[in-house]
């Protein structure tokens, strides 16, 4: 998870390029959507695959001033190393018994608790390290996962929660819960869940609870629901220009820029003759002579598997299809007799300003939805980020930028220059 600042000097087999000029701009456009509420910028599961800490530094660079990690783990390692400015909070949410209740206190992390074997581990650890725990009450107002159940269950959270925090052990930050069916438009159980999450949150407070944020809107529920975004909107596939749903919209729609753009060097470009099988179990047989390119990457890569004989590729100036199975490593596509050099740029997706697929189109081709597309790229595709500011979100460096013209993009008022760093996470 070590990002290097090498610079971009040779071709790469593969690479997962990620602009942060796109993703300021997303943050920024999220920001107007919700002007009377703070930003949470989710960057769980390594940012949704795009890099967690470079990602943290141009969110906040943009006004992000919250950052979200499902794990405590994810928590604590951006916390050691993003060298984020003084003020900007993380919160943590998905906790088990033993988890490192201690270290996250330390780190000055918010810590989520939906019942009270959780409240008893923060107390304790509290006591041990002579501090007070950051802590928010989640109330499950309709999803039925994480959560505190509403009644006699939330009674005695709350309840316990206050308790330590009148002899000094925590302090309530927050209260907040997750919407189930944003994503649907006029789904009934929205309306229902906003009802119950106002419900709960005025027995707290009329109990006495004093919490920071109340927040429910999670990216559809900002981009579509004005009256769930209370005091902080938690943005997670938004912030990387993807729609949380084609129903709602595209990305260009809400004023979104897809971040990361996949692509691979062809590995080998030959001509074969009709009737011959292509990878593996010949599903994919050649109607007639033609020329095949390789791709060299895989489902090791995380490529679906599902998207044998459909993924959607640009290659040589058109749009072309996984010629039968996707492999571990590599995949073919049918070049309809087209002759390219060995080398020659296959985009897998992009944000499609050249023609190329997005990774909604590898969505629909899979069977799945574009946050899987982008968090499954795995670790041997190296991260490479454009358009970042040198030292962005870091202490003590100027928003300066390394020249380089990204052709076709004019989306951010800094991003006109670029400094591409390798990464291997």
């Known amino acids: 998870m070590n990002e290097t600042a090498t610079q971009l000097t040779a071709p790469l087999r593969a690479r997962a390029e990620i602009d942060l000029g796109a993703l300021r701009a997303n943050v920024r456009a999220l920001r107007a959507l919700a002007p009377g509420a703070a930003l949470m910028a989710v960057v769980k599961s390594d940012a949704y695959g795009h890099g967690a800490v470079p990602c943290a530094r141009a969110a906040v660079a943009a006004g992000a001033t919250w950052l979200g990690t499902a794990t405590p783990e994810e928590a604590l390692d951006l916390r050691a190393r993003a060298g984020l400015p003084?003020?900007?909070?993380?919160?943590?949410?998905?906790?088990?018994?033993?988890?490192?209740?201690?270290?996250?206190?330390?780190?000055?992390?918010?810590?989520?608790?939906?019942?009270?074997?959780?409240?008893?581990e923060v107390v304790d650890a509290a006591r041990a390290v002579g501090l007070p725990a950051r802590v928010q009450l989640k109330a499950d107002t309709g999803l039925g996962r994480n959560g505190c159940q509403p009644g006699d269950d939330w009674a005695e959270l709350v309840g316990g929660a206050l308790r330590a925090e009148a002899d000094g052990l925590l302090r309530i930050t927050g209260l907040w819960s997750h919407l189930a069916c944003a994503d649907e438009p006029g789904h009934p159980s929205i309306d229902a869940q906003l009802v119950l999450f106002r419900e709960m949150v005025a027995y707290a407070e009329e109990r006495g609870v004093r919490a920071e944020v109340r927040h429910i809107a999670n990216s559809p529920a900002t981009l579509t629901r004005s009256d769930a975004h209370f005091d902080l909107v938690r943005t997670g596939i938004a912030v990387y220009g993807i729609s949380p749903s084609p129903e709602l919209g595209s990305s260009a729609d809400f004023g979104l820029r897809p971040v990361m753009s996949l692509k691979a060097s062809v590995a080998l470009v030959k001509q074969v003759p009709g009737g011959h099988g292509v990878s593996y179990g010949h599903h994919y047989v050649t109607p007639g002579v033609t020329t095949l390119g390789l791709i060299p990457v895989g489902y090791a890569d995380g490529i679906p598997r599902h998207a044998s004989g459909t993924g959607p590729v640009l290659v040589g100036g058109k749009w072309r299809t996984v010629a039968g199975r996707v492999a571990m490593d590599q995949f073919v596509v049918d070049l309809g007799g087209d002759e390219l050099e060995a080398g020659a740029e296959a985009i897998l997706f992009g944000a499609g300003d050249h023609g190329e697929p997005t990774a909604e189109d590898w969505a629909q081709a899979a069977g799945t939805i574009a946050y899987e597309i982008v968090t499954r790229i795995g670790t041997r595709v190296p991260r490479v980020y454009v358009n970042e500011v040198v030292g962005e979100g870091g202490p003590g460096v100027g928003p300066e930028v390394v020249p380089e013209i990204i052709p076709g993009y004019e989306g951010d008022d800094v991003a006109q220059g670029s400094d591409v760093k390798r990464s291997g996470t």
């Open 86 to 120: 003084d003020g900007v909070r993380i919160m943590c949410w998905l906790w088990t018994p033993g988890g490192p209740w201690r270290e996250a206190i330390e780190a000055d992390l918010d810590v989520s608790l939906s019942g009270m074997w959780a409240l008893e």
